[in-house]
């Protein structure tokens, strides 16, 4: 088996052309939709706000009545009532001419009336008197029925992750059940002879098994439903076994584990078995020993083991199939800090590079302090703010370069 | 009552110096801390990794054995035997002089051995030879005992929020269970005739409450855990009654709803029954008419009504008050785009704006459109993909300058 190793745009187009979305929905009030990717586009089923609004305390008029007016000469307006909030619009008169009526922000306009005046430009000289020291044009201050919203008009695209504000949204429109892509199931392998359950105390020689619970809580964190599987020895009959199991139950399977040759080798062979080898060895650092295969349409990717390593992967590989299964639009998910970097970096040519850095305020400055741990270490973890993108093309930074840190 | 609006900065001054981080902390294993603040620092509770560790597969040397080594005159080892991974290392015998031992990346260096040579810079010629054509220096591609970690080493600060690399390293370290504070728990009252619950029909003149969902989904997302306490009359007595029941339940309390001086005029009054009203009207657009007051030094914070304007006080005052409890420090929370203003946008000096825009890319650049509807619309929830600040200090931006984008 050859294989060139790929850059990482390379292995996105793959994960594009090779993978699909889901096509099973789920329907669920949007209350409970947050995170969720629409299986379906929204439309407005009906004109909103559906009746002239008021959008600030004032009179409602016609307009025409206010035309000419000013502070020398103001309209002298008969008030004609009061619209509470809430009310409908044909439980008042038609407003006759020469007349105003009180209103609220949020009111609705009674019949006849065709602006609203802000009670800043108006005085009472009297109970049933209203000056209008400002003109008004029609539709001043007034929420149109359809201006909001058209019946029909489409709210959210297919593939739209809900926000906050979208449940808001739907709800005001009035729709109280949405179509929503099912969460992405995702099993997690930990494979390697030296690893131990984070639960039981290693002995000399072996490490804890952490990134399936890192892993875990990136895919929680993207919405996903992660499963762990445990750790499997170093043999491929037992991964192999415990792949197929994996792949049965989930949309998506990761083997993490040992960065040594003979575990690489091993996640090779199992995936050769189980179906296509699509990438094998990423131009990035870290990540570079990252493979992905393909098995009856699913994904498996072999992580690197070490724990930075895995978590850079997960970020830029694995996140991507997941918004590819759940036809999400590509959108920017982390914070970026600008930032000024504290020492020159050197950076292969050919090789994407993700700097660990960690963010430092000195004298008004925000540095970027790039962190040199190996990628095995585990305090480099809980030390990095973020990373750095540095680009295949470069060949390194330069000290006091500004850079773009996303924060993790 | 007189009061002077606030900027926003003296509104975060006054949260500072009038909240307080609850005392509470609960107990919890790492792998179900995800995005929780810990109550207390974290230490390492031994050395890591504890041994001395490969970090490239290849040979582990005695470091002097090597040196002068070069392609014409390989150093030339006695191969005494291969570490596998996870295995101690005192299984092996000490290495002698002249010695080398396989070894994989992760493995645990015999005794006696001090750097590792990488395979690719060796050769076996024979079965117990292996050449070596490049020096090492001692320590060279092996972690040692204590480099990652070192017992007693801080490694998170009090206040920490946990990622989910923070919980791999928890476990990476043997810490099983951690002391984070308690969810921060958050009332949302609504207030206006107007409004009626999302799932009923609403007549003319009357609209859904959908404040409580937006403000309820974004809380959820900051980790709070938020209670809805329905729809309350514009009438004092009921709001009091309601909003003493909130206080008593909880450790902030939202009231959101109308937005007609009537309803604020209301929301002023309870605030000042139950405790002293601290921030009346924010020199924030949309976002003025709030007002923040402390009841047993317990936050209540009346929002505006509109929908655009209730998101964006939450986003700016009431997360910031959820992070004071939480003892969390401040930190970037929301992705940036950096993109090319595509219209100009005019501000009132003194106050900090908070433009809505959509994203668009042509013509291989990206441009923020400003979304001009107004903040009552809920259209423009759906549409917006960011804020931009403008500062308090301008008076607008121009066309095609360079604008952050926070991404909602």
Known sequence: MFFRTKALDEALDIVRARFHPLEEAEVV???????RALAAAVR??????????????????RAQDTFGASEGA????????????????????????????????????????????????????ASK???VFSPVAPGANVMAPDEDLRAG???????????????????????TEVQVVRRVRVGIISTGEELVPPTEEP??????????????????????????????????ESLLVKTREALGENDLVLLSGGSSVGTRDLTLTVLSELGEVLVHGLRIKPGKPTILGI?????VVGLPGNPVSAMVTCEVLVIPILQRLLGEKERPRRPIALAELARPVPSAKGRLDFLRVRLVRREGRLLAEPILAQSGAISSLAEADGLVTIPAESEGLEKGEQVRVEIW
């Open 153 to 175: 008009q489409e709210i959210f695209e297919k593939g739209h992750r809900l926000r906050p504000q979208d449940i808001g949204a739907l709800l005001g429109v009035g729709i």
């Open 295 to 299: 098995s009856d349409g699913k994904a």
């Open 74 to 125: 103001p309209a002298k307006l008969r008030l004609a009532g009061e619209v509470k909030i809430g009310q409908p619009p044909d439980l008042h008169p038609p407003l006759a001419p020469g007349e105003a009526v009180a209103i609220p922000t949020g009111g609705a306009l009674p019949p006849g009336a065709d602006a609203v005046v802000p009670v800043e430009d108006t005085e009472r000289p």
């Open 29 to 35: 009030p949007p209350q409970e939709a947050r995170g």
């Open 44 to 61: 407005a089923p009906a004109d909103l706000p559906g009746f002239a609004r008021a959008t600030m305390d004032g009179y409602a008029v």
């Open 129 to 131: 008197e209203v000056l």
């Open 203 to 236: 002995r000399p020689g072996q490490i804890r098994d952490i990134n399936s619970y890192t892993l875990r809580a990136q895919l929680e964190e993207a919405g996903a439903v992660p499963k762990l599987y445990g750790i499997v020895p170093d043999e491929a």
